[in-house]
């Protein structure tokens, strides 16, 4: 899956250490002769770093900010913005643990996911979870997971040093009952594509990176774990693309507690946005809602897979998102046809009110397959 080609020839270690190196990403209109357009560049003084064929975007860096200045405003730019970096915070991080426990996780119980297993387990199914990468070897996903891609580092496997995305993955797509540790959707294909450091940080510019290789490996879903308070017009049009192409992309909210902001790229119209509940059937306190948001799930003190096969209790609307991504493997299994908005329906028609008197709707895999058996069959 993973095809080495889509990057260019990175720029060279620049030994004047005094000197920082700034990197842009520019929107390429359509229709551009590409290797003119990187001639100018050069000459420019900027290094073309990656070009991101589906989303007609261009990464470059420099090192004087007057190099940028003319190539900027070429006529070829439809639009062109600074690199940023995004960093994973989750409110709670529990204690690493061995495996002992052979119960069902929580959330999986919550929304009645065992119950949807006689209509689906969503075999096949290709789930892409863009985050810090994934444990492959770990028991709980090992069955399950299908390689992806570093964007860091392209030639390396896309090893979980962090944790977060071997979390995420075990509520996805957990296969090991023994264990305790299965997820929502348990013959799934999970794909790493790292994007994010051992630090739980990314740049923008690897998050674009991240959807254009979804696009390109033809991946049916796409889980984001992560959030940005910051609009940014390129992840808006690569999230468009990405739509218009049927991948189904699930965000997380965010964890600052608001209750009428979301974070991007949750709040974009294109995914579907996730808040998190607690065990109690409550809006998680730090859960942020507004308008963007689409349901809740579990996402509270959720027990998954760690690193060097243990697992860990996690609190984040990112421990939510997956239980809606297991969820639409499940009901893309039964058709694969199902556009973004076929599944926004599904899951906001068969959810559960969390509270009568806000009327928050709340994931439940099992009327949600059914709904379908109903609705599509």
């Known amino acids: 899956m993973i095809n080495p080609h889509w990057l260019l020839p990175t720029m060279r270690v620049n030994q004047n250490h005094t000197r920082v190196k700034m990197r842009k990403i520019f929107n390429i209109k359509s229709g551009v002769h590409l290797d003119r357009y990187l001639q100018e560049m050069r000459r420019s003084g900027v290094h073309p770093i990656r070009y991101l064929s589906h989303l007609g975007m261009m990464i470059g860096e420099y090192v004087s900010p007057t190099s940028s200045y003319g190539i900027e405003r070429h006529p070829d730019i439809e639009h062109m913005e600074a690199d940023i970096r995004i960093t994973i915070n989750e409110p709670y991080i529990g204690d690493v643990t061995m495996i002992q426990q052979q119960t069902l996780p929580w959330g999986i119980e919550q929304i009645q996911a065992p119950k949807a297993w006689s209509y689906s387990r969503g075999n096949g199914v290709r789930v892409a979870v863009i985050d810090t990468g994934i444990a492959g070897e770990h028991p709980a996903v ?64 690897d998050l674009l990176s991240a959807i254009n ?48 902001k979301i974070d991007f790229p949750a709040r974009y119209n294109e995914t579907i946005g ?14 942020n809602m507004g308008q963007g948001f689409d349901i809740a799930a579990p996402g509270d003190k959720i027990p998954s897979a760690w690193l060097n096969n243990t697992k860990r209790d996690m609190s984040g609307t990112s421990m939510a998102v997956p239980h809606v991504s297991g969820t639409v493997a499940l009901l893309l299994y039964l058709n694969r046809n199902l556009s973004p908005e076929n599944m926004r329906h599904l899951l906001k028609k068969s959810s559960k009110s969390l509270q009568k008197q806000n009327r928050i709707p709340t994931l439940n895999a099992y009327q949600a397959v059914q709904l379908y058996d109903k609705s599509y069959r």
């Open 142 to 205: 090992r069955d399950n997971y299908r390689g992806g891609i570093n964007i860091l580092s392209p030639y390396y496997a896309p090893k979980d040093y962090n944790g977060h995305g071997t979390h995420v993955a075990g509520i996805i797509a957990g296969r090991d009952a023994d264990l305790g540790l299965t997820g929502v959707s348990p013959r799934t294909h999970i794909y790493a594509v790292k994007a994010f450091n051992r630090k739980g940080s990314a740049n923008l510019s």
């Open 213 to 260: 290789w979804c696009i390109d490996n033809n991946m049916q879903v796409i889980n984001m774990s992560f959030g940005m308070e910051k609009l940014s017009e390129s992840l808006r049009q690569a999230i468009q693309i990405a739509y218009q192409k049927k991948i189904i992309m699930i965000a997380a909210t965010g964890n600052r507690g608001f209750t009428s």
């Open 274 to 287: 996730v808040s998190s509940i607690s065990k109690e059937g409550k809006l998680s306190t730090f859960s």
